[in-house]
Structure formats: structure tokens, C-alpha cells
């Protein structure tokens, strides 16, 4: 049973391999060495990332970002007058005299319209008096980078591509020195042969290679190893925490699967689904740290994507001291729909690697307390989606599932208080780090006073069961409903309020789906709670 | 004694802290949406450090000490119980000592400059010196004031002076703060020109104000407007300059333009509305208005909330006129033969000893101008040179000194550096409280587990 399983992935995962070992235009100019934003990439990167930003996907009609974006830069009069630059916002394409109902837009169009220039300054005086953007001024800012850097690639100001003798800044295309012109344009020329004729890929390869080893000896100290920019071609490509959400999707359908027919063999695939989808969750973590040098927690996209493995690695340890299967249900429902989230929002979450801003360049105090911080949440959430599980029981039968009910409640307890222990230190550790860099250990800082708050709201509910004023039901209700104190100070803060020290983890969006989540919980543990006590009057 | 037996109980209740924990929560939350709204300073004045917060506080730890007391005698297993709740009363305690003592300040100073004040900018203070027969200035006032917790409206501030008062008698804590140059007939003011400056690229118009002894300079990247109160204005060279001062008739100014190595490149006279081509670039000036003598007048416009230009104002009474006054700036009186001087802005604290700015460097990630990071390189007396970084602070004489933030000229290139200076005796109470919050936490959950069972079975019936 066991083995047949092993050896179906491993046939999977050498079809992911074997379609990364086949040679392409993309994984051939995908590992070419630039500079942009700050920091080396490959230009697979650097094409996802633009077209991600212009375009709004990572590829463009079954062609690949890399292509896409050598063509910007080598073919742009074609280029400037097709329709892909995406714009979202209504307001902005009424503004501009857009179709409303067209989402993309020709860069030509866009520049020659008059009503432009007067968007773009009121975008700057805005921003002048540092006034704080609402969606519509997001969005213009958005179409203003993604004119300026469709620009900026056309006339090959970026990326730089050749490593320069002294300085940091490399050399952009425009201002090659000949002879690394002609090494470019027998790239140019292998790209158009390839394109008419798959056969010449070898010539192609040749070219680029060249170019790699020659930028390299131009300065090899501000060049990173090609093995490094070829992970990172990986990471792209592979896309583990893709793979990951599948994985965790399949885990929670056999878990269903097992509820229903109540067939063990069920739940075991559930539990090593979820173990593998964990593999390849820390797999994919681990990439992200060897590329970026550390620790993937500093925008929302990260914390997206390290919240949900705290939890499925507490429901882990969990498992083994409490063995409640509904562990395994909870973790790879938050896994899912966080990584998902992770994957369909690029806009709200920004994958894209960066470079930390000043204050956070403190790897030490950085990394345990955002660590440990965030890693509370999946505490949390593991309680929280624990306590969905128990209402749902609530709502079907109470006296039915008594004995899920009860175990269940055992195990929300014990991720709770997991969670108050880990926020509570997490907090003051952030006190520390805060003292330590700006000489206050509290400054009433939103997003420290929301995890200050969060930590309230479960040391109550605690209380409150102590007390005699929380009862079971009472805890699940409370610990579902508490559970928005974290999405506030985990989103709400950065997303909502949008003041205070931590706005380098700012950015704007999805608050319509924020909002739905949070209202439809309160909704539904409303009804199970008025439900519940209509049945008692009853009895 | 029964009574006194029920108070206790309830002062030592579970109910009682579940109420002080939620209502904590419930103000914090209402603290994070005031700041989100109006500002930091706000939020803190009017919501943390607020008479309920205080209130609210003070009770959680009557009712921690309470249920500490209740417990005895104390056996092993309330360890943990006691080391997280003796941990909250040392933590609210060190802050209380910092809030009370400690100094949070911020030091502002130029590249090359030497500051030994640091300003409070949480605390202000209302200065009024007085000056008789030009003599020196004597220090007849200086009082800490909040007009956004006590404003004025309600309690005037009453200043004594000589001959009467002077009254503070309205604030605004959000104001727009703009400028109005007018005509003046007092001798001892300079001239105003707003001139204009364009070519295909550039167009600007600008005020330059000539006051006191010195020309006025106004920096407009590679060129320099000057204006002068006569024709002795030497160059220094180094950048192209149009110097300007008046001329014997009303309306018209002398001028004199320079090259990058001090030569004169063209002279003449220009009247109101006029025209000269400077030779730098292709760019024309142009006067557009003018007064030979003049004044600056300050207006404060109330904002319901503030934004990043905003200050606070307060609106005083002297001699029977009214006048605004910005945080931190100062008004001349002038009364039957005396001067006052009055000032509205942040309490200022001396140092003990200077801090001289001798370089700012900043470290940007390749190829872009993102600050990578920054340090100050400073000289203390007795120290020497030393360095102040972020994450790497200088301690002396009790005071430590955080590399907060920095200042920029037009150019973006760093001019001043920003520090934030602070002296806090509570340290060490804070840290002991919440290293005893955190262990005792644990140590509590774990002597929890234990006694599972005992709740599980509560929890059924």
C-alpha cells in the first residue's frame, strides 16, 4: 500500500523534474543574471514580476513571461500598440475615457490620452502632502508603474545586465559597451531563430551562455553563483506552495471521505497527504530563505504563507499527544485556503522577493519576534477552525457527535493556550526589539497594540471559562469570534487602520473578502448559538 | 466586616478581571481607530494615558494583589499563577516609572551642527521673555501646558506681565499653517520679491524674504537667487547666482548675475513685471511682485483632522489684539518700552553636553536609491568620535541614542540626521515583569495539564 504510493510520486515528481530539465527559450534566458529592484535575479523573475505588474498574470496567452518581456525589449514598436496593460479600477477608466468593460489597454492609448497627465498629478500632489491612498489613487498608482516600467524596458533603461567594473549599479542595456551589444544581439538574433525554428535552441544556448560568463568576468564579486540564480529559476517554475494547496485540498476530501465512510485507510491517505503537502510547504519555505538570506516573514504574502504552516505543524505535534483526527481536517482546510489566497491575490499579496527595509535589517530580533508572533496566529487559527468544525457539530447534533465535541474542545484548548503563550512572548519580544532600535519598549504602536488586544480576547476567554461565565459552547462561540481580533491584527491593521510604525508592511486590497469571511462567521456562529438555545428552551 | 468580606471577593473575583481584561481591550481598539483618524499624539493623550485607562489599570492591579492574597497560603502548584500575575504588577509599575521619569526626546541636527537640547514632542511648554531698553532678555515665564487635554476654551491661560496680561485663550489641534507676505512701513524690515523662473522645463515662482542683517538665499539646485539689503554682497563663488538688492527708485532692484567662478556675467536694474535672460540653460527671471519693506504674516486655518503639515495653534490676547501661534515658533510684543517674546512648542531638555553631527552616511541597495540602511557619525565630548546606527545605539551619561530617521534636501541627498534620545529608569522592571509573564504562563499551562481531567469533567456537566 505504502510503497505504491511512494512510487506514484515519485513518477510525479520526476514529470516536474523532467519538465525542468527540458530545454527551452524560458529556461535557457530565464537564469540570466540582472539587476532590478534592489537586488540579482534571474530574469525569470524579473519577467514574472513585470508581467505580474503590467499584465496582471505571470504568462501571456500560453507564452512565458521571459518571452514576453525580451520582446518588450527588443521589439517594442509592435509591442506598444497591443492591448495589455491591465487596468481594474472603473473610476480610473472612466476618468481616462476608457471602455469600461475592456480590461487592457494598449501602452500607445494610454500615453497619447490628455485626461492622463491630470490623473498622474493628482496622484502626485496626493502624495506630496503624504495624504494615504484609497483604491482609486492605488490603482493609478499601479497604471503609473506600469507605464514607467513598460517604458523603462523599452528603451532599455532596465534591467541592468552586465555587472560594472567599480559601483553597484549595473549596466542597462542602452549603455552596453560594444562589444557586449553584439554578445546581445546574437542573443537577439539565437531568440528570432528559435522562435521560427525550435532546432536552433542549441545556438541559442550557446549565446547566452556566453553572455553569462562574460558579464561574470566583468566583476565576479557583485555576481551571485549561477547555482543560486538557477534555484531561484526553480523556485519560480516549480512552484511548491502550488503543488502544496493541491495537496492539501486532496487531504481534506479524503478526510470527508473518511467522516463519511468512516473507512480508516481514508483517514490515513488524508494524514499522509497532509504530510507531504507539509514537506513540500517547509520546501518551499526553505527556497525562499537560501534566496532572499532570511526569514520569509516580512511582508503580508509571507506571513500568508508561514501562518498556515504553524498550524499544521502544531496540529502535528498535537496529533501525537492528543491523536484527534480532526487535526489533520483543520490544518489542511487553513493550509488550503491560505495558500490559495496566497496564489490568487498577487495584487493584495506580493510575491515578489525584496529587499527589508532599514529597520527591519536586525536578522536576530526580526525573525524571533515576527516568528513567534505569527506562528501564534496558527495557534489561533487552528482553534478557530476547530471551533467551525464544533459549530457545525452544534448545528447538526449536539448529542450525536458528544464525544467529537468534547475531544475537539480539548484540543481548542490546548491550541489556545498554546497560542496566548507564544503572542504573549511574541509581543513582548517585539517590546524588546523595539526597545532595542528605537529606545521604546511600548509606544502603543497599532499593530503591537492589536496583538496587545488579540491577546486580551483569549486571556478573557480563559478567564471567563474559569470564572463559570464561559461554558463548552461558550468557549467555541468565543474562540470563533476571537479569532477576528487576529485577522485585525494580523490584516486589519496593515489593510484597514493603515497608520503607525509598521507601515513597511503596508499594502491595500481585499478587504470585500476580509469582510465577508469575518461577517459570514459572526452570522453563522449567531445562528448556531440561537439554534442551539432554542433547542434547550425546547427540551 | 461581611461587607468588607464582599468587596474583597469581588476585588479578588475571576468576573471582575474578565471585566478589566475586556474593558482594556475595548479602549486599546478605540485607541487604534483615534489614531488611525487624527495622530499618535492624539490617541495617546486622549485614550492611553487617558484618567479611565489609568483607572481601569489601577484596578487590575487591586485585583490582581487581590486574588494573590485570596490564594493564600500559597502551595507548589500556584507557582506559575503567581510569577505571570506578580510579572503584569512589576510590568504596569516599570511603565508607570518610565512615563513618569524617564525622557523620550528626539535630536534634530544638521550635518556639521552641534545640538545639546533634545525636544519632548509629546510635552509642550509656553516660554515668555521680556526685553527692556534692547537689553538682555529675561526669562519672566515658562509653564508646561496641554491645550488637547485642558484647552483653553474652558481655562484660559492667564501669563502675568508687567502691565497686565497676556491670555491664551483658544487652540486648534490641527492647523494648516500658511504664509502672507504684506507691505510693512517699519524701518527695520527688508525687502520681498517673488520672482518667477522658467524655461522649456522649469517653471516656478517663489517667494524670497530679506530679514535682519544678513542677505537672504534661496537654493534652487544648481543656481542661487540672493537678495540683499544693499550692494555689498561678496559671492563665494562655486554657483551660478543672482544677486539682487534695492534701488534708489521704489520699484526697481539693482542686479547682478555670476557665474561658477565668481565673475559677473551680466548687471543692470529690473522693474516690477520684468524680464532678464540669466544665460544659465535657457532659463528667464521675472519679478512679480515687490516691496521694499516688508513682513511675513502667518495664518493658521483650522483642519477637523490632521495631515503631515499640520501643527497645533494656539490663539492669545496682548494689549486688546489677538494673535496665533504655532507650535513651535515665537511672536515679538511690543509694548509702551518693553518687548516680549513668547514661544508655543515642544519642551525642550539640555543634554548636559553637546552632540556634534560631523557625517550622515546611508547605504543604498544596489542600483536603486532605497536606503539600505544609515548610520550618524558623531562627536561627544569626552567619547569622541562615535557611530549611531540603526539597531546599534550610543549610550552616555544615562542617556541612549537611537538612530531614528533623517532629513533631505530637495535633492533627496541627507542633510540632518534624526536621533531619538532616551533616558528610561523602568527598563529593568520591564523586562523583569514580562520575563516572569512569560514563565509564569508556562509554567501555568503546563500545571493545567494536569488537572485536565478535573476540567473536562466540568466542562461536561
Known sequence: ?539 | MKLFEKIFKFLASLKLAVIIVVSLGVISAWGTIVESRYDMITAQKLVYHSWYMYSVLFLLIVNLIAVMVDRLPWQKKHIGFILAHVGIIILLVGSYVTRVVGIDGTLVFDIGESQRYISLIDQNEVVVYQMKNFEDSEKIYQEKVDFLVNPPKKNPLLIPIEKGQIEIFDYMPYAQKSFQIIESDKMMDGPALRFQLTNQFVNMTEWIVQMGTQPAKLSLGPAQVVLSRDANYQTLGGMNEIVLWPHSKLKKLNYKIYNKDGLVQREGTIGFSEEIDTGWMGLKFRTVQYFPKSKVQYEYKQLERPNANSVSAARFRFNGQEYWLGLNTALELYGDDVVYFITYGNKRIDLGFPVTLDRFEMEKYQGTEMAASYKSIVTVPELGVQEISMNEPLKYKGFTFYQASFQQDKMGQPIGSVLSVNRDPGRFWKYLGSLMIVLGSIVLFYFKRTRKKENVAHDVT
Open chain 1, 1 to 539: 500500500m505504502m510503497s505504491l504510493k511512494i512510487s506514484k510520486w515519485i513518477v510525479i515528481f520526476s514529470v516536474m523534474l523532467a519538465s525542468l530539465a527540458q530545454a527551452s527559450i524560458e529556461s535557457t534566458l530565464g537564469v540570466l543574471p540582472v539587476q532590478d529592484s534592489g537586488r540579482i535575479k534571474p530574469f525569470d523573475t524579473f519577467a514574472r514580476e513585470t508581467l505580474q505588474l503590467i499584465y496582471g498574470k505571470k504568462s501571456y496567452e500560453g507564452v512565458s513571461a521571459v518571452e514576453v518581456v525580451f520582446m518588450w525589449m527588443v521589439l517594442s514598436p509592435q509591442w506598444d500598440e497591443m492591448d495589455f496593460v491591465q487596468i481594474e479600477n472603473k473610476l480610473l477608466k472612466e476618468k481616462l475615457n476608457l471602455d469600461i468593460r475592456t480590461k487592457r489597454f494598449s501602452p500607445n492609448i494610454l500615453l497619447k490620452k490628455d485626461e492622463l497627465q491630470v490623473v498622474l498629478r493628482d496622484l502626485q500632489e496626493k502624495k506630496d502632502n503624504k495624504e494615504k491612498l484609497n483604491p482609486y489613487y492605488q490603482s493609478v498608482e499601479r497604471l503609473q508603474n506600469q507605464l514607467t516600467l513598460y517604458k523603462a524596458i523599452s528603451q532599455g533603461m532596465v534591467p541592468g545586465l552586465v555587472p560594472p567594473v567599480e559601483g553597484t549599479t549595473w549596466i542597462a542595456p542602452k549603455d552596453l559597451s560594444e562589444e557586449f551589444l553584439n554578445l546581445f544581439v546574437s542573443i537577439t538574433k539565437g531568440f528570432a531563430a528559435v522562435v521560427k525554428d525550435s532546432s536552433s535552441l542549441p545556438d541559442f544556448e550557446k549565446a547566452v551562455q556566453v553572455f553569462i560568463e562574460r558579464a561574470r568576468s566583468e566583476n565576479i564579486a557583485l555576481v551571485p553563483s549561477q547555482r543560486m540564480i538557477a534555484l531561484e529559476y526553480q523556485y519560480n517554475k516549480v512552484h511548491p506552495f502550488q503543488w502544496s494547496w493541491i495537496l492539501y485540498l486532496l487531504s481534506g476530501v479524503l478526510f470527508m471521505l473518511f467522516f463519511i465512510s468512516q473507512k480508516e485507510k481514508f483517514f490515513l491517505f488524508s494524514w499522509y497527504f497532509m504530510l507531504v503537502a507539509f514537506v513540500l510547504h517547509t520546501y518551499g519555505f526553505i527556497l525562499r530563505v537560501v534566496i532572499t538570506g532570511r526569514p520569509p516573514v516580512s511582508n503580508m504574502y509571507e506571513t500568508v504563507i508561514w501562518v498556515p504552516w504553524g498550524a499544521v505543524l502544531f496540529s502535528i505535534i498535537f496529533m501525537k499527544f492528543l491523536k484527534n483526527k480532526f487535526l489533520v481536517f483543520a490544518s489542511s482546510l487553513i493550509s488550503f485556503i491560505c495558500l490559495v489566497l496566497a496564489d490568487l491575490a498577487p495584487v493584495v499579496l506580493d510575491a515578489s522577493l525584496q529587499p527589508l527595509q532599514p529597520v527591519l535589517r536586525s536578522n536576530l530580533w526580526l525573525t524571533v519576534h515576527v516568528l513567534t508572533i505569527t506562528i501564534s496566529y496558527g495557534a489561533f487559527f487552528l482553534a478557530f477552525m476547530l471551533g467551525d468544525i464544533s459549530l457545525v457539530f452544534y448545528a447538526l447534533s449536539e448529542k450525536k457527535y458528544e464525544k467529537h465535541l468534547v475531544s475537539i474542545r480539548d484540543v481548542m484548548y490546548r491550541a489556545v493556550q498554546v497560542g496566548v503563550v507564544l503572542l504573549g512572548a511574541g509581543t513582548i519580544l517585539g517590546g524588546v526589539w523595539a526597545d532595542y532600535s528605537w529606545g521604546r519598549f511600548w509606544g502603543w504602536d497599532p499593530k503591537e497594540t492589536w496583538a496587545l488586544i488579540a491577546f486580551l480576547g483569549y486571556i478573557a476567554i480563559l478567564h471567563g471559562r474559569l470564572a463559570g461565565w464561559i461554558k463548552p459552547f461558550g468557549f467555541v462561540f468565543w474562540n470563533v469570534l476571537a479569532f477576528n481580533l487576529v485577522i485585525m491584527a494580523w490584516y486589519g491593521v496593515n489593510y484597514v487602520l493603515g497608520a503607525g510604525l509598521h507601515s513597511y508592511g503596508f499594502g491595500g486590497g481585499g478587504l470585500p473578502f476580509v469582510s465577508a469571511f469575518c461577517g459570514a462567521h459572526f452570522v453563522f456562529a449567531t445562528a448556531v448559538w440561537f439554534l442551539r438555545s432554542q433547542r434547550l428552551q425546547k427540551n
